[in-house]
């Protein structure tokens, strides 16, 4: 899914959110109070349903009462609980929560068909000694990188790319496409006759969507460099100061592995830049670089480096390379490999199938467990926590990435589990914590945040065996995070291959890893949408996840005069989960402006939610977005007044009836705007933005110049 990053402006949309023209702020409050009810609930087609094995009906007479029903709240009796450092204890009155288990929509059954997925096999049984490459390039593969036989990938790209030809890769998650260019690049660097001169400036262009990659890949880079110390790599990302990188330049950068945005900066404003010498263009990642957001940035690249490359050698990479990409291809690539590594049964076209369903089916690793589970909006909140605790706080070793849509998403999550489920930071006590249980280590991840931080976020989940880190699409491509074993979409993914990078984050090379898809009962159909390009979930029920709960006293429901529940089976589930979604609401109510935080996330889910792409948008529409029981899943106890949906849901609407490309259009532009603060460079007043550049649309590049050899 795309991201979102800032809110909307003020303007209530809801009439009944708003207060009618004429009534004093607490008429309306009372009003509210009165049609409290009809607020919270869905409308009728989703009204009176129960999640079936947590039947209500069993168990209404214990259903803990609504909030704000009457004038007056409804207190538990004092509770403990920690201040958010940890330290000071105080006694906090807690109310009442709203029922989470009333009023939900019916969770569908999923009849999904089960689809045959494209598979890979990640391993070739060659070894690197066997490609003809420097000595002491593959005792450092093998020493330093501690390697020995090539994967699948790297078999088949390197001899191409030795030969001199350009090629388009494409390959799963994680099966080693970084060496499969790298390999060659400083096999064919290293050999060159007149040796490299650190001051000869770039022979080497690799382009990479985001900072991390940029990282991640030079230090691959830098490893294979180790014996051939004249040649100099160098990163430019965005978020560093830009004099120090021009210092870099000036003294000379031979491999230059850079995002595109801070690329274009340095094109425009630093004179140490030139191209003449530019042997290799490899873009990493290139879907997702030729995409949205990127194509001006891509342009003045590649007409900066066609004014005076004359020869050189061009690789697009990604494990969703698409038609879309042959846009590129056409333009860049000179007579090109096409490499993919599917097993051979399904390199064979299959003549029942479109064209269009082989070409968007991709390979997802064999070891890869995908799951989904279904959630009515109010519980969702409550389902993240538990599986977090299911299993990092209850099993061993486990590592998980949690994606959301936007910035405001992962920081509002990220602080209200840092002081609500992070043992260090003031979840309320337990008597009986289970022996085998570990600590909770979140970290966050996005494009808001300083370089400083992000860096250092990234090599500490790199780094450590356990944690969450809560991200965006900011870190679903290319990362090679080790040892992660689950990978959550809280927030469903715009794209069948934002879905397949965003898994593919774990089991890479061959290791195990599971995947968790959350959807809404409303978007189920998502699923089938997945089958169609050959991904296949299977369901767990989200009791099973909230089941979790029993085994943490901290969620034991306390009953007036502060006796224990003594509830059992799926009652004490309830229980606890609405004691759970009780401490997520105190956290949110405890000042004005966590609450106030609280509803710029709910925003901007919303604002990100609109972005859909079309063909998803009877799937993930505003429209079918209950906002009290959304606001729910932000420990919001109502529904926001004054919460502008208006321009979000106008735009929705304006696009359905438009004709197929006046609505691209219009998304393409709601998207770019949004990705540009996930993917920025950081120097947006460098001028990749706006101006005649902003007017600009496409791939507008000028002609190679024909050069000496060249076919
Ligand atoms: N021949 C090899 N033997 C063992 N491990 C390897 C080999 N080649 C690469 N690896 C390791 O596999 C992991 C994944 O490699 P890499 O990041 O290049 O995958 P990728 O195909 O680029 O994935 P993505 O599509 O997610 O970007 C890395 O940890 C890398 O060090």
Known sequence: MATACSPLPDRPLRTYFGRPPGQTRRQAEATKRKHQVSSDAPPTKRRNEEIS??????????ETPRTFKGSAHKLFPPKKYLDSTGNGRQEKPCIKTSSLFKNNPEIPELHRAVVKQAREQVFSPEAFQELNLHPHLISTINTVLKMSSMTSVQKQSIPVLLEGRDALVRSQTGSGKTLAYCIPVVQSLQALTSKIQRSDGPYALILVPTRELALQSFDTVQKLLRPFTWIVPGVLMGGEKRKSEKARLRKGINILISTPGRLVDHIKSTKNIHFSRIRWLVVDEADRILDLGFEKDITVILNAVNAECQKRQNVLLSATLTEGVTRLADISLHNPVSISVLDKIWDQPN???????QLDSFAIPESLDQHVVLVPSKLRLVCLAAFILQKCKFEKDQKMIVFFSSCELVEFHYNLFLHTLSCRSGAPTSEQLPSASWPLKFLRLHGNMEQEERTSVFHEFSRSRTGILLCTDVAARGLDLPQVTWIVQYSAPSSPAEYIHRIGRTARIGCHGSSLLILAPSEAEYVNSLASHKINVSEIKMEDILAVLRKDDCFKRRQRGAQKSHASGPQ???????????????????SEGMVSWA?????????????????????????????GHVAKSFGLRDAPRNLNVSIVKKKASLKRPDPRRKSQKKHRLVLAEVLHSEYSSGLEAGGTKGGKQGKQRGFQVAPRKPGPGRE
């Open 351 to 357: 003549p029942k199938e479109d064209i269009s369903t």
């Open 599 to 627: 509803k710029k996330a709910l925003q901007s889910f919303i604002r990100a939610y609109a972005t859909y792409p079309r063909e998803l948008k009877p799937i993930f529409h505003v429209r079918s977005l209950h906002l």
């Open 572 to 590: 004490e589930i309830r229980e606890r989960a609405t004691v759970l979604q009780t401490i997520f609401e105190d956290f949110v109510h405890s």
């Open 53 to 62: 094995s947590l039947s209500a009906k069993k168990t209404s007479d214990k």
